[in-house]
């Protein structure tokens, strides 16, 4: 069983995003069985943000919520928050000011219900050091056990490496799926390795490709069909991966998005890195059918993975994973 901040949790997590972040947000009923379901299958590192969702209904108010109704639950969750952009949520804001109003809110809206295991700003602020930074929830909130500790979110290796030499670092999120493959090339993943830092993968499902899911635009959550991957003429093109993907998972007799997060934690034994990598994949869900899904782990021999390596090199996803106004690789 991996650990985070000293604690169990299962091999693979659970997104909270879509649970409050989303056009028409699903019911809060539905969304306590979710996450009660995700706990039931030992999914119990939740990962959540300070704007996922508007405040008076983000990842926040919904955890307070349940925990309120599920106080037994509180101890059994690793949470990671995710926050430190500015006020308005337009650009990234490392200031010490911000930092503080950032992690005081998050431990405002919890109510004394559950304390931030982990906390991450969302991207590097390049205008503020990171000593500055870190400086802050270091000395006034992980020393004073206001919070358990820093994680980074979306950075390059060179942001990592430089953190790793200011702070203890307990994690790192960052995108990686069958779609999306970067930090297994551009250093991210070495980096982790070689400082003992667990990789969280967000979006091990491809923003939805790689459930089988997806067929016409209609199928895509509204928020994201501006988004490159879903442009005319991408769309198209990346639809063929998924597919080949679900032909892959068709023969081993599971589904797309068994096979997509199965395949990110079969990367542990599967890459080669100076030292063992430790990779938790957060794939969100709303419903008790999803997450029951989600949940099934698969096991891929060496001869799966070279297959699956194999189609991988013949495809390349069509479009950069966000539009150019968001940072990436901070």
């Known amino acids: 069983?991996?650990?985070?901040?000293?604690?169990?949790?299962?091999p693979t997590g659970y997104g909270l995003m879509g649970l409050t972040w989303r056009t028409k947000p699903c019911s809060q009923e539905q969304a306590f069985e979710a996450m009660k379901t995700a706990l039931k299958h030992g999914m119990n590192f939740w990962n959540g943000g300070?704007?996922?969702?508007?405040?008076?209904?983000?990842?926040?108010?919904?955890?307070?919520?349940?925990?309120?109704?599920?106080?037994?639950?509180a101890d059994k969750v690793v949470l990671s928050i995710k926050g430190g952009v500015s006020a308005d949520g337009s650009r990234p804001d490392g200031s010490p000011e911000n930092i503080r109003r950032s992690i005081d809110t998050c431990i405002s809206q919890l109510k004394g219900r559950k304390k931030i295991d982990m906390f991450e700003c969302a991207r590097r602020d390049p205008s503020v050091p990171m000593e500055t930074t870190f400086g802050v929830i270091d000395k006034e909130y992980v020393q004073t056990g206001k919070i358990g500790g820093i994680s980074l979110s979306e950075v390059s290796a060179e942001t990592i490496h430089q953190a790793a030499k200011?702070?203890?670092?307990?994690?790192?999120?960052?995108?990686?799926?069958?779609?999306?493959?970067d930090v297994l090339e551009n250093?991210?993943?070495?980096?982790?390795?070689?400082?003992?830092?667990?990789?969280?993968?967000?979006?091990?499902?491809?923003?939805?490709?790689?459930?089988?899911?997806?067929?016409?635009?209609?199928?895509?959550?509204?928020?994201?069909?501006?988004?490159?991957?879903?442009q005319?003429?991408?769309?198209?093109?990346?639809?063929?991966?998924?597919?080949?993907?679900?032909?892959?998972?068709?023969?081993k007799?599971?589904?797309?998005?068994?096979l997509a997060i199965s395949w990110t934690k079969r990367l542990q034994t599967w890459r080669k890195f100076?030292?063992?990598?430790?990779?938790?994949?957060?794939?969100?869900?709303?419903?008790?059918?999803?997450?029951?899904?989600?949940?099934?782990?698969?096991?891929?021999?060496?001869?799966?993975?070279?297959?699956?390596?194999?189609?991988?090199?013949?495809?390349?996803?069509?479009?950069?994973?966000?539009?150019?106004?968001?940072?990436?690789?901070?």
């Open 232 to 251: 005319p003429g991408n769309f198209e093109l990346n639809l063929q991966l998924a597919a080949q993907v679900g032909e892959l998972a068709a023969k």
């Open 253 to 258: 007799g599971v589904t797309s998005a068994q």
């Open 1 to 10: 069983m991996p650990t985070l901040v000293g604690k169990e949790v299962g």
């Open 166 to 181: 200011i702070t203890k670092i307990v994690g790192v999120e960052v995108e990686l799926s069958l779609f999306t493959r």
């Open 50 to 73: 300070e704007f996922y969702g508007p405040p008076e209904y983000n990842s926040l108010v919904l955890l307070e919520r349940y925990f309120e109704k599920y106080p037994e639950d």
């Open 274 to 330: 100076s030292k063992p990598l430790t990779v938790i994949p957060i794939p969100g869900a709303t419903t008790v059918a999803r997450i029951d899904e989600n949940a099934v782990n698969v096991d891929l021999t060496d001869e799966e993975m070279k297959q699956i390596d194999a189609t991988l090199a013949k495809f390349k996803p069509a479009g950069g994973r966000y539009p150019d106004y968001v940072p990436t690789n901070t």
């Open 187 to 230: 250093g991210v993943a070495e980096a982790c390795a070689a400082h003992d830092i667990p990789l969280v993968a967000y979006s091990p499902v491809g923003r939805g490709f790689l459930t089988g899911q997806i067929k016409t635009l209609d199928d895509v959550e509204p928020v994201l069909r501006s988004w490159p991957w879903f």
